[in-house]
């Protein structure tokens, strides 16, 4: 069967994809090694854009201004960057058939690409309510929100329903951001969830009457405890009503529906271990396969400072499992291709990596398999220039804007929880925040309206995990912190 073929073949072409791009030319990929597939028809931007500044009237943000790697100040990689790079974007391609053992893959057309190393990037997909079978869900303006054609779509029934009325389904990310978006843009904004409270994977009790205090004095209605059991519709397919299990009937121009998201592992089932609902990887985000690496949403990976296997539906988090992945798999392949008997590979020859000269022990090892010998291999630090490849040891790292309001949470919301800081939500400048404790230590902070070096002294905080011995005493000193800040 002939198709194209390389060294290198990243699928999916969102976020991880945009910034392992980048990493890949750090280490040095020749043109024609790389490329990347995505069902999308548009370079790796900055997903976050789509529910915030993207759906904004003023200041909006609009392609080529959120590129990838924009979002974490870096530069922004346009299309003619990957021309320029030599790496193939092959867009609007979706794969439909990944066949791991041929190091294979299949695109809707019928197109045929095979790679020696593939990056699972795929990230999640939306639940939707049609999912359950709700009655009605397939109605016109139920929306979701994952890719930049859905963000369009909201923004079409935005100007369309110039001041009606939204529903929108779900409490969580997609619930906070979207109800905010749209109340921005004038539109009369009920949120329905069943949780008590917003966000309850994150938020504490007392987080959330914060922001339900602050959504509410901006207009948006609450309503808890309930969920969508059903949509009436017009005569043109558009949705009017969200009916609710307990009884009342919503009015609605355009329904949001945020109630989750799901790993897009559908493609690599039965072919490759899975775990918590995701691929699972090792610190190196090298999969059960040989040559299979899965970052992102979709990877399960062991998180070495909980001693857990977790999976991160984050945006640090995709970034950086990208750069592990592709520093990892460019070192091993230059590896392999540097040693014609891996088993006997001496480790004291001195190599020129990329411009960087790397001389490493001289080890003779007793291995018995080439892929444990790798492994062995990704995990050794140092050289002389301090180049390193250590397992990842990450720092969850999660973040929030809407309206004026911007969060940022580092660890694990575990344990006993400390609320500080004035969340007051009528304050003209809220600033406050919760300490998780567990076995007397702090495991993560959460804080709302901090300062740059407020956000990272917490963070820190978060990775060293003090010991408190006292939690008044915490408490008062957290408050003090804030009232100096
Ligand atoms: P990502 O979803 O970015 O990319 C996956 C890509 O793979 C997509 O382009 C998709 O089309 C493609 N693909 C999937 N299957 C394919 C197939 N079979 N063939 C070809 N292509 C395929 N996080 C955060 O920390 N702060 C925030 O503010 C936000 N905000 C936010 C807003 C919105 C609207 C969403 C949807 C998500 C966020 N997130 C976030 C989460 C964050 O964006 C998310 O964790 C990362 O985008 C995950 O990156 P990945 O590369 O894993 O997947
Ligand atoms: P989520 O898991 O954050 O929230 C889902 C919410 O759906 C729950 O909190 C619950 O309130 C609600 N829910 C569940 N079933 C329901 C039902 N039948 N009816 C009504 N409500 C129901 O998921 P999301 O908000 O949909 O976000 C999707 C993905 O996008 C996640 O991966 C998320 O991490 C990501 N995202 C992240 C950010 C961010 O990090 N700032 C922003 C947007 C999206």
């Known amino acids: ?6 060294k290198y073949v990243i699928i999916g072409g969102g976020v991880s994809a945009g910034y392992a791009a980048r990493e890949f030319c750090k280490q040095g990929v020749k043109p024609g090694e790389l490329a990347i597939i995505s069902k999308e028809a548009v370079a790796p931007y900055e997903r976050p854009a789509l529910s915030k500044a993207y759906l904004f009237p003023e200041g909006t943000a609009r392609l080529p201004g959120f590129h990838v790697c924009v979002g974490s100040g870096g530069e922004r990689l346009l299309p003619e960057w990957y021309k320029e790079k030599g790496i193939e974007l092959i867009l609007s391609t979706e794969i439909v058939k990944a066949d791991l053992a041929a190091k294979t893959l299949v695109s809707a057309a019928g197109e ?6 593939l990056i699972i990037a795929t990230g999640s997909t939306v639940i939707k309510l049609t999912d359950f079978g709700v009655q009605g869900a397939d109605a016109k303006n139920i929306l979701y ?7 369009d779509k909201l923004v079409e029934a935005i100007k369309e329903k110039k001041n009606g009325k939204a529903v929108i389904v779900g409490g969580g990310y997609i619930g906070l951001e979207l109800s905010a978006a749209l109340r921005i843009n004038n539109i009369d904004v009920t949120m329905v969830y069943p949780e008590p409270w917003c966000m309850p994977r994150l938020f504490t009790a007392g987080i959330a009457a914060f922001y339900e205090g602050y959504y509410a004095n901006k207009g948006v209605k609450i309503v808890k405890g309930t969920v969508a059991v ?31 998201g799901r790993p897009l592992t559908t493609l690599f089932k039965g072919q490759v271990e899975e775990e918590k609902g995701g691929i699972k990887t090792d610190a190196f985000f090298k999969t059960s396969i040989s040559d299979v690496y899965a ?12 001693n857990d296997i977790r ?7 995709a970034r950086k499992s990208a750069e592990q992945a592709v520093k990892v798999c460019s070192f091993l392949a230059f590896v392999v291709s540097s040693s014609s008997n891996p088993s006997e590979f001496n480790l004291s ?11 490493y022990f001289t080890i003779l090892l007793e291995i018995s398999t080439w892929r444990v010998f790798r492994d062995i291999l990704a995990a050794i630090k140092s050289n002389e220039e301090g180049k390193t490849i250590d397992v990842y040891d990450y720092l969850p790292f999660f973040y929030s804007r809407s309206f004026d309001l911007s969060w940022q949470f580092y660890g694990d919301n575990v344990g006993d929880a400390v609320l500080f800081g004035d969340n007051d939500p009528a304050s003209p400048k809220p600033k406050f ?27 820190k905080v978060a990775r060293v995990q003090p010991p408190v011995e006292n939690l008044d005493v915490l408490t008062k000193e957290a408050r003090k912190a804030v009232s100096k800040g």
Not at 145 to 151: S, V
Not at 234 to 260: W, Y
């Open 230 to 260: 059903g949509f009436n519709a017009d005569s043109n397919g558009e949705v009017k009503e969200v009916k609710l299990k307990d009884g009342r009937v919503l009015e609605a121009d355009i329904v949001v529906v945020g109630v989750g």
């Open 145 to 151: 929100l994952r890719e930049i054609d859905d963000a």
């Open 295 to 306: 970052v992102g949403d979709v990877a399960t990976f062991p998180l070495k400072l909980y």
């Open 433 to 459: 925040g919760s300490y998780w404790i567990k076995d007397g230590k702090v495991v993560g902070v959460f804080l709302e309206g901090g300062t740059p070096d407020e956000n990272k002294a917490i963070a």
């Open 349 to 359: 020859r001195s190599a020129s990596v990329n411009g960087a000269f790397i001389s």
């Open 1 to 6: 069967m002939a198709g194209k073929s390389f």
């Open 311 to 317: 999976r991160v539906e984050h945006v640090d988090h």
């Open 112 to 117: 045929i690409f095979k790679y020696h190393i």
